[in-house]
């Protein structure tokens, strides 16, 4: 079990009290895709709340350098990465960049925002990664642009075997501020859930695509 200490669980304490995470076991939410899923995720209020951001922007600040050293830019990718990205790179006195999720169809059909030739590499800023396919998409629109990825940061990842492994495959060294397993730790020394309801959450987790709410 994490520490009270932890950052990650502290990330995991802001994200439930400002509902930024909602966990329904028993009366599951539907995501875009058609699965069922018993948490829902939109870290987008996190920009809602000042000492959260703060207290977000100075983890990635601290894990951008311990772990990639000084990248030339940051990268934001849209939508919920934008903000958060440009809030590193103003911390960091870097240089801010975004990706759209594909690129536009007019004017100069930019998926890469931003000036991206005053530097070759960067640290991509996500705000949550799922399957992990609309964040790699970024770090792909990013080296299409002979930009060098050195890693990525998120506030939340559901650590699925599916992400990790696509993950891996691109040779993105992901760090997330918090994760699944984090969070339900938190949700429970918090009596946000229960024992019983940590088992139906876990085994969503493990096939999220085929979870059914009534045999979980």
Known sequence: MSSPLDPALKVAEFLLQIKAVKLSPNKPFTWASGWKSPIYCDNRKTLSYPAVRTFIRQ?????????????????GVATGGIAHGALVAHDLGLPFIYVRSGSKDHGLKNQVEGDHSVGRSVVVVEDLVSTGGSSLNAVQALRDEGIEVKGMVSIFTYGFDQARDAFAEAKVNLHALTNYSVLLDQALRSDYITEKDVVSLNEWRKDPANWDVVKA
């Open 59 to 75: 983890q990635f600040v601290h894990i951008i350098n311990s772990e990639f050293g000084s990248p030339d830019m940051i990268a």
